[in-house]
């Protein structure tokens, strides 16, 4: 079992940067993709970014590609994520996962779950 806790939500103007953090715990962290997926209420839950173990490649999803990065520091079980040019449409609850395998974007593929921080972004 692994414990991902997000933080680093809240209310940020547009234009301006937001870093969100999630912390692993329990079960070993080693050999985990990690993906960052966010949602919003009725609409499917989004693909955001991903990283795999190593931390050597990322994948972004479209509409944060180029704001966007993820990073990972596996000494201290944490997983990064900065998004630049926040847009009102950034606006979602963002969750942080944990998968085996592979990095990817498809969310069902990924077992451990965060309960999401929520990210405000006003125009």
């Known amino acids: 079992q692994v414990q991902l806790v997000e933080s680093g939500g809240g209310l940020v103007q547009a234009g301006g940067s937001l870093s969100l953090s999630c912390a692993a715990s329990g079960r070993t962290f080693r050999g985990y993709a990690m993906g960052w997926f966010r949602q919003v209420p009725g609409k499917e839950r989004e693909f955001v970014a991903t990283?795999?173990?190593?931390?050597?490649?990322?994948r972004y999803g479209d509409s944060v590609k180029d704001r966007c990065t993820i990073s990972r520091d596996n000494a201290k079980n944490m997983v990064y994520l900065r998004i630049d040019s926040l847009k009102p449409e950034d606006t979602a609850v963002y969750y942080c996962?944990?998968?085996?395998?592979?990095?990817?974007?498809?969310?069902?593929?990924?077992?451990?779950w965060g309960q999401g921080t929520q990210v405000t972004v006003s125009s």
């Open positions: 990283i795999t173990w190593g931390g050597g490649y990322t």
């Open positions: 996962a944990a998968k085996s395998g592979d990095y990817g974007s498809i969310w069902s593929e990924y077992r451990y």
